[in-house]
């Protein structure tokens, strides 16, 4: 297919809007009251150590190494 280069500017014109006229249109509004996020968070933890008996005797009779 060969296109043809005589064709009016007016002509091109008329397309291209008519392409661009079906293009989406996107719009951002500001809200009319401003936004509040509530973080009422509650957190609670548990840490559990477990150690064997011979280690425990030896930090009880070694106290000082750390």
Known sequence: ????????????????????????RVEVAVPSEPITINLNVKIEHEILVKVDKEIDTLLDEQGDIF
């Open 1 to 24: 297919m060969k296109l043809n280069t005589s064709m009016p500017p007016l002509l091109v014109l008329v397309a291209a809007m008519g392409v661009t006229a079906c293009s989406p």
